[in-house]
Structures are given as C-alpha cells and as structure tokens.
C-alpha cells in the first residue's frame, strides 16, 4: 500500500518535473552566480542590463520555438531581423514620421516570415531547413542592398523607446537609477501574449497537433499548410519585433545585427526543453532557456572570462541540457 | 432516430482511376444501421482506395455515394465527417504529445468566447470525453493521459472514440486489429459490437478471419478492383471466404 503510494507521488511529480525542471536549473545557475559575484549579480543595475541584453533574443527564441514546435526549423531569423533593421534604418533617413517608421520592422518581417511559410509549404520544399537556408542568405543580401552594406545610424527617441525607453520607478521610492526598461516589460507582454495563444487558442493547439503527428492533424481537417504558413509569419513578425528593439538598443542599422543569432535561438529552444521532433515544449522553458544563456554570458563577463569559454560553456550545456532531457523522458515514459 | 435496418450508405458503381492504372471498377457497397459489414481482399484489391472514396479522400473516377437516400459528393474528409462518416485509420492518426481528450476533439474543439476571442474550453473537453469514454465502456486512468502514454489497444479504443464522438452514424475502420495485443483484440471487438448496438452502421477491412466472424453480419470480398463475392455471414464459412480473398469461389 505504501508502496503504490509512493509510485503515484513519483507518478504525480513526473509532469512537474518535466514542466518545470528547466527552472530549477535556472534558479541554480542564479545561486551559483550569486555566490561567485555577491556585489554585483544580483545588483539593480546588473539585472536589468541581463534583460536589456537579452530583449531582441528572447524575440527570436520564442519564434524559433513554435517553428520548432511543429516539428520545422527557421535559420533565417537572424536576416529577417537584420532585413527589417535595414529597412527600418532606410526608411527613418528618408524622414518618415515615427509611427511609420516604427511600423515597417514588423510588416517586413511578418512579410519575410510569409515567405519562408509559403515557399515551404507551395514550393513543397523537402525540408524547411533548405527553405530557410536559403532565405538565411537572401535576406541578408538583400539587407546590404539596400543599404549599402554600410551602418545607418541615428534614431529619434519614438523609435528607440522600445528598446532603450525606461519606465522611472521613482514615485515607488526607488532611486532614478532604479529604473524598469522598457524592453523587459515588452518581453513580459509578448511572451505571456504567445502563451495564451499557444495554450489557449484552437490554432495553438494545432500547431502542437502538427508537431505530435502531422497525419493525424490532417485527417482532423486541420488545414496543416496553412497553419505552417501562419506559423513561420509569427516566427519573422517576432524577428520584427527583435529588429525594432535591436534599433532601440545600438540607435543603428548595422550589416552585422544578429549575424549566427539564429544558433542562439535554437540553441535557447534546445535548453529550454523544446524537442526536434516537435510537439513538445513550453513557452516557460524558452524563457528559461533564453535567461540561461543570457545570465551565462552576463555572468562570466563579470568575471573576466573570455568569450572563447564561454563558448565552450554554451555548447557543453546545450549537450547536458538534452541529455538531461533524454534521461527525463527515460523516467516518464512507458517501456 | 433511425428504424435498425435503415440503409445509411451506398456506394453505387464506384469505379477509380490512377492514370491508366484502374484500382477499382464498377464496386457497389451498401451498409445499413447497426449492421457491420466486412471487406476482404488481398493486397492491391482496392480495399484502401474504396475506404478513401468513402471518406472523401479521392474522388471516384465515376460512380455515385448515397447517404441516407441522398447522392452525396465528398469533396474532402471534412464532407463525410459532416454527413456523420468517420474513418478510423490503420496507423490511428492520433497526436501522442496530446492527452485523450483534446485528440477525441482535435480539430472540432469546444470553445468559449471572450469578446471576439475564442479560449478552448479545457473543462467540457474533460467532461464530454469523461461522458463519452463512459458511454464505450472504455477505461483509462484519465482524460488527461497523454496517448503516447497508452497501450495500443487504448489507443485503438481512442480512435473509435474520436471517431464516434460527433454522432457518426457510419464508421470505418482500417485493419482495426492489425497493430495490436492478442488480449487487446478482444476489447476492440467488443467495443465493435457496442457500436453496432447503437444503431451505428460499420464498416471494418480486416485480414483476420477471426475478426470478421467474431463482428460482422456481412462480408464482401474484393478481388482485383472488382465486387468477387458477398454473403450474409451465416451463409458462408472461414474457408469460403479465405478463397474468396485468393480469387477461387
């Protein structure tokens, strides 16, 4: 009796482990950084600069994530954020007002995602690997086309709000330095906005039931090409997102933005628990996933690591992460 | 309500056309309600493309379907699914990352509204399934289990129930047995003839005598895309019909 009672409380702990596993691993890495920089980790002005650098991924993971989701893969992330940055910067120097300007990031890069979707599913690409591949290079290309293959620099402060705005805490009592940016409350609003959606809405559900067995979903009527193009537009309108935040940040459009981000992307996905195979996965561990390669970074910066360990660092956890995973699944599923 | 011996499909004339190939040609089906009919056939006799006709899948070549004394024309699954046609297939076409529920109703989701915005309603997914799973007879821990967590004559047990979730009124069903336990076949079975109770018409493609004898009224054998044979099953016997499936009569 005992016995099965224990089994059902392993049993029950199994799903909780699985959803919430990643973390665990975060408030871990959080304690440990913690107590390696007692000063300076955990200080107002250090956490928010975490989150101010890790705005424009979080964009990109969390597109990456529902492409990966239904079992795909988008590289182009990282040029459809830098095409937008582009064509933003472009259309800024031309004198358009703000409110267009801040416009035209997250039209083109919903138009690139569309693309991708409709290449994929039209041209019936054998994989959306190649699809994406390809559009790695085109927009890019088409980035320095535009403008030349040379920085344009020089925003109005409407257009930087997003991702340089601050929200003053003062009337909390905190002191000016103490202040919110403004990126974090947009990441907060996006990721719980895409929750909703993905937990929530028929079409999210979809795009878990695409993920899980495609030939189930079309036997349930599911229009499958039409949610893949929906969702590889999601994937570039939030790659939109991350250009306009990107812009905010440096007050540029450079030829470099976000060159091999989308490796962090997935990689972000990969730590956060999401599976190659599609259908699983959460919108909580791409966040954990994102915060974990950010705090990474941002806390062996702190200690003077270089850049070449962190990325050995990085590439060890994404391998430890999923065989972390490997072994969870071991735990949970039947033999 | 329907009178027991309504006659709910019919295929007339049916004849399908992959380029010069002919898969099937001039075949007539008819299943009445609370009736099981079973087709036989080798490999390569038409089963599979007849069963796609039926579901909308292809369009025949030539040939008409009548639903319930009406000429129908299928256009897509979603056709047949409207007219209370539902297909269970071979390989089961359900999600395993989801749980029972929400593949019962995939695709057909209760919603509620909030303004414009329509939320999944996870509560009568969980009761219409509890209600539903209850009616079959059909036991598992919870709505909530994933599929992939299940046996595979659960899983068989949730397709029937997806299946028959939206008031079908004629299910077929795709090598019903094939991937199973021999103690599971069993269960399947009788959740066959608890379908028929109810007054549903059922179609099941079977290579195994066993099922066919144990659940079917009727038995009609394919042999090169054309009607061979047919019988009430009492008429006929296991050796018949296995010479039927190889051309003999």
């Known amino acids: 009796m005992e016995d099965k009672n224990k089994e059902s409380l392993h049993l029950k702990l199994i799903p909780y482990f699985e959803k919430y596993g990643i973390l665990l691993l975060l408030v871990l890495m959080i304690l440990v950084m913690h107590i390696l920089q007692p000063d300076v980790f955990l200080s107002w002005r250090n956490v928010t600069n975490v989150f101010k650098q890790i705005s424009w991924q979080s964009m990109l993971a969390l597109g990456v994530f529902m492409v990966i989701v239904t079992a795909g893969i988008d590289l182009s992330v990282g040029s459809i954020m830098m095409l937008s940055l582009m064509i933003l910067a472009v259309v800024a120097k031309a004198g358009a007002p703000w409110f267009i300007v801040v416009m035209t990031p997250l039209i083109a890069g919903f138009l690139c995602g569309l693309f991708n979707g409709l290449g994929i599913t039209l041209l019936r690409m054998p994989h959306p690997f190649i699809m994406t591949l390809g559009t790695l290079y085109i927009f890019r290309g088409a980035g320095n086309l535009i403008s030349g293959g040379t920085p344009i620099s020089g925003f109005t402060d409407e257009v930087r709000y997003l991702g340089h705005g601050r929200i003053d805490l003062q009337w909390l009592g905190l002191e000016k330095s103490q202040y919110l940016p403004v990126s974090l409350v947009l990441i907060a609003i996006v990721y719980i906005i895409f929750w909703i959606f993905l937990n929530h809405s028929k079409t999210g559900k979809w795009i878990y039931a695409i993920g899980g067995n495609p030939n189930a979903a079309r036997a349930s009527g599911i229009n499958v090409n039409k949610i893949l193009v929906i969702v590889y537009s999601l994937c570039g309108f939030l790659s939109g997102i991350g250009a306009l935040i990107l812009a905010g940040r440096t007050d540029s459009g450079y030829p470099n933005a976000g060159l091999q981000s989308e490796l962090d992307a997935i990689a972000a996905c990969i730590i956060g628990g999401a599976s190659f195979f599609g259908g699983r996965g959460t919108v909580l561990g791409v966040f954990a996933g994102v915060m974990i390669m950010g705090i990474l970074r941002n806390g062996l910066n702190l200690m003077d690591v270089s850049s070449f360990w962190q990325q050995v660092l990085i590439g060890s956890i994404i391998v430890l992460a999923v065989y972390i995973d490997v072994l969870r699944r071991d735990l949970g599923t039947r033999k | ?249």
Request: hydrophobic share 40%; with cysteine; proline share 2%.
């Open chain 2, 1 to 249: 309500m329907s009178t027991s011996n309504e006659l709910l499909l019919e295929a007339k004339g049916i004849t399908k056309y992959f380029g010069t190939i002919t898969a099937l040609e001039n075949v007539n089906l008819k299943v009445h309600a609370g009736e099981c009919l079973g087709v036989v056939g080798d490999n390569g006799a038409g089963k599979s493309t007849l069963m796609k006709v039926l579901s909308g899948l292809y369009k025949p070549s030539s040939g008409s379907l009548h639903f319930q004394g009406k000429e129908q024309v299928l256009n897509s699954p979603r056709d047949s699914q409207i007219l209370g046609l539902e297909m269970v297939y071979q390989d089961l076409a359900l999600a395993g990352n989801l749980p029972i529920g929400e593949n019962i109703f995939l695709g057909r989701e209760p919603t509620k509204n909030l303004g414009f915005l329509k939320f999944l309603d996870f509560k009568k997914i969980k009761e219409l399934t509890n209600a539903h799973l209850d009616k079959l007879k059909i036991n598992v821990k919870s709505a909530d289990q994933k599929v992939e967590e299940l046996s595979g004559g659960q899983r068989q047990a949730v397709a029937i129930a997806r299946s028959t979730a939206f008031n079908a009124k004629v299910v077929i069903m795709d090598e019903p047995t094939a991937a199973l336990a021999i103690k599971e076949v069993g269960k399947v079975l009788d959740l066959i003839n608890g379908l028929k109770k109810t007054g549903v018409g059922v179609i099941v493609i079977s290579h195994r005598m066993d099922d066919i004898f144990t659940v079917c009224d009727r038995v009609m054998a394919l042999f090169q895309g054309t009607n061979f044979a047919e019988a009430e099953l009492n008429n006929t016997s296991r050796d018949e019909v296995i010479g039927w499936i190889m051309g003999k009569k």
